[in-house]
């Protein structure tokens, strides 16, 4: 069985830092793309940031360029979020995806996570 779990979510004040980590479970993620969405409460879910397979090619939402940087771990089949410079609007439901490509479209993914909970107190 496959399986995405996301982990390190919890609450910080506005410009603290939160590292979230996505492990990979029932097969290898290391040919595939990842990636991080998230979705705030009474809105859509959106592209947070990608990577490609190697880790060598990254994609960023302009609203998070600068503050938030993704990498992967293939021995460990994990990917990361690392979030820094945490703002109030940054709150939200934060997803981990794989599939075979690292677009910014939900549709290039085919294994999703359950979601973790970052809350950012202003």
């Known amino acids: 069985q496959v399986q995405l779990v996301e982990s390190g979510g919890g609450l910080v004040q506005a410009g603290g830092s939160l590292r979230l980590s996505c492990a990979a479970s029932?097969?290898?993620?290391?040919?595939?793309?990842r990636a991080w969405f998230r979705q705030a409460p009474g809105k859509e879910r959106e592209f947070v940031a990608s990577?490609?397979?190697?880790?060598?090619?990254?994609v960023y939402a302009d609203s998070v360029k600068g503050r938030f940087t993704i990498s992967r771990d293939n021995a460990k089949n994990t990917v990361y979020l690392q979030m820094n410079s945490l703002r109030p609007e940054d709150t939200a439901v934060y997803f981990c995806?794989?599939?075979?490509?690292?677009?910014?479209?939900?549709?290039?993914?085919?294994?999703w996570g359950q979601g973790t909970q970052v809350t950012v107190s202003s």
């Open positions: 995806a794989a599939g075979p490509y690292f677009r910014r479209s939900e549709t290039s993914y085919n294994y």
């Open positions: 990577i490609n397979s190697s880790g060598g090619t990254t």
């Open positions: 029932g097969r290898t993620f290391s040919s595939v793309g």
